[in-house]
């Protein structure tokens, strides 16, 4: 049984959580199946909006799907609280990430 396989069996059984949900996008981003990592990321944030390290992620498989200007927003929230913690090297990585969406939303 994979790792999916095994996080996607507690989601039936229930145990849906903010971190399962990371866990779940993060593993889908691994298989290159940002469409199914998305949904997972946007529950994570709905279920946790202070956890940093899923707007990082969220904002990641945003940018996989070419939804630049989701993206943006995604990591502009990101930062906001991953600043609010003292989180500043997620902050750094998401500005980082944040500038590439910019980029390529502007062509």
């Given at each position: 049984m994979s790792i999916l396989d095994n996080l996607e069996a507690m989601l039936k059984r229930g145990q849906d959580s903010a971190l399962l949900r990371y866990s779940l996008g993060a593993e889908y981003l691994k298989a290159d199946e940002s469409g199914q990592a998305l949904g997972h990321?946007?529950?994570?944030?709905r279920?946790?909006?202070g956890y940093s390290a899923a707007w990082k992620l969220y904002g990641k498989a945003l940018l996989a799907t070419a939804r630049h200007a989701d993206a943006i927003a995604a990591f502009d929230r990101g930062i906001e609280v991953a600043e609010s913690k003292g989180d500043v090297q997620a902050a750094k990585e998401m500005?980082?990430?944040r500038k590439r969406a910019r980029r390529a939303l502007d062509g």
């Open positions: 990321l946007a529950e994570a944030v279920l946790d909006p500005k980082v990430f």
